[in-house]
Nanobody, 118 residues
Framework: QVQLVESGGGLVQAGGSLRLSCAAS????????RGWFRQAPGKEREFVSV????????YYVDSVKGRFTISRDNAKNTVYLQMNSLKPEDTAVYYC???????????WGQGTQVTVSS
């Protein structure tokens, strides 16, 4: 059974940092793109960042560019999101994603809460 488990969320003051992790199990994910999405209260889930299967390509939503860094460790089936200079508007539930468009497969984690106080 495939599972994606996020960790590392919490409460932090504005300007602080958090590092999210998402460990995948139950399959081989080195060929999957891995991403992070977030959903704030009353809002739609939005894309945050994605990293290609090899790790050579990364993309970010404009609002987090220069502050967030995505990385992956394929040996551990884990993707990370380093979040620096956090702002109150970054407050949301953060979800990790594993996606393989060629195989038509996508998996989601259960989410981890990130709260940034002003």
């Amino acid at each position: 059974q495939v599972q994606l488990v996020e960790s590392g969320g919490g409460l932090v003051q504005a300007g602080g940092s958090l590092r999210l992790s998402c460990a995948a199990s139950g399959g081989a994910f080195s060929s999957y793109a891995r991403g992070w999405f977030r959903q704030a209260p009353g809002k739609e889930r939005e894309f945050v960042s994605v990293i290609s299967s090899s790790g050579s390509n990364t993309y970010y939503v404009d609002s987090v560019k220069g502050r967030f860094t995505i990385s992956r460790d394929n040996a551990k089936n884990t993707v990370y999101l380093q979040m620096n200079s956090l702002k109150p508007e970054d407050t949301a539930v953060y979800y990790c994603n594993a996606q393989n468009n060629a195989e038509g497969m996508a998996y989601w984690g259960q989410g981890t809460q990130v709260t940034v106080s002003s």
